[in-house]
Antibody, heavy 125, light 111 residues
Framework: QVQLVQSGAEVKKPGASVKVSCKAS????????FSWVRQAPGQGLEWMGW????????DYAQRLQGRVTMTTDTSTSTAYMELRSLRSDDTAVYYC??????????????????WGQGTLVTVSS | QSALTQPRSVSGSPGQSVTISCTGT?????????VSWYQQHPGKAPKLMIY???ERPSGVPDRFSGSRSGYTASLTISGLQAEDEADYYC???????????FGGGTKLTVL
């Protein structure tokens, strides 16, 4: 069965960086892309970006451009999200989600069919 | 680009039907057939309930259905059950410069 298992909770100081991992199993890793979505405490979902596992193409939300980097390691079937220059308003639960390829649409579209369990990142001095 | 607009809360009694709306523009909800809906219980990860406006993933009860009229997509839950109480989020493709746009979320209370 498909599983996405994320790394554990992190506590960081303002200005630091955090790297969250998402290990996939139960399917062919390179047949799906990944997206990252975060949720601040008591707030809604915010899309952060997505990465193709086929050619490492990335697309990031405009408000996070320059601070976020998404990568994948096909040898370990793991996706990563690094966020730099952390601020207090980056405190959130970070989710990875699998993105299927649309053959009819010839591309990836925001259907997130499986999600990781979430990783709480707390930014506090 | 602004988030999609959802009502903050809706409620219904067991057995009744409720509909949650998600309003966007011609650049997102009204322009593409890539609207999806997610259910989120407290402390849990979101779960895909509807994709491509009307399609239901295997394992999702047929009590859940999706539709769209103009710039507004809707999620209808019929035969409400206690376990349907959760937050629901819509999401739409918004073109090559905005891959995904989420709604603000709707809290469903089963009375």
């Amino acid at each position: 069965q498909v599983q996405l298992v994320q790394s554990g909770a992190e506590v960081k100081k303002p200005g630091a960086s955090v790297k969250v991992s998402c290990k996939a199993s139960g399917y062919t890793f390179t047949s799906y892309a990944f997206s990252w979505v975060r949720q601040a405490p008591g707030q809604g979902l915010e899309w952060m970006g997505w990465i193709s596992t086929y050619n490492d193409y990335t697309d990031y939300a405009q408000r996070l451009q320059g601070r976020v980097t998404m990568t994948t390691d096909t040898s370990t079937s793991t996706a990563y999200m690094e966020l730099r220059s952390l601020r207090s308003d980056d405190t959130a639960v970070y989710y990875c989600a699998r993105v299927p390829y649309y053959y009819g649409g010839n591309g990836y579209y925001p259907t997130f069919d499986y999600w990781g369990q979430g990783t709480l990142v707390t930014v506090s001095s | 680009q602004s988030a999609l607009t959802q009502p903050r809360s809706v409620s219904g009694s067991p057995g009744q039907s409720v509909t949650i709306s998600c309003t966007g523009t011609s650049s997102d909800v009204g322009g593409y057939n890539y609207v999806s809906w997610y259910q989120q219980h407290p402390g849990k990860a979101p779960k895909l309930m509807i994709y491509d406006v009307t399609e239901r993933p295997s394992g999702v009860p047929d009590r859940f259905s999706g539709s769209r009229s103009g710039y507004t997509a809707s999620l209808t839950i019929s035969g409400l059950q206690a376990e349907d109480e959760a937050d629901y989020y819509c999401c739409s493709y918004a073109g090559s410069h905005t891959f995904a746009l989420f709604g603000g979320g709707t809290k469903l209370t089963v009375l």
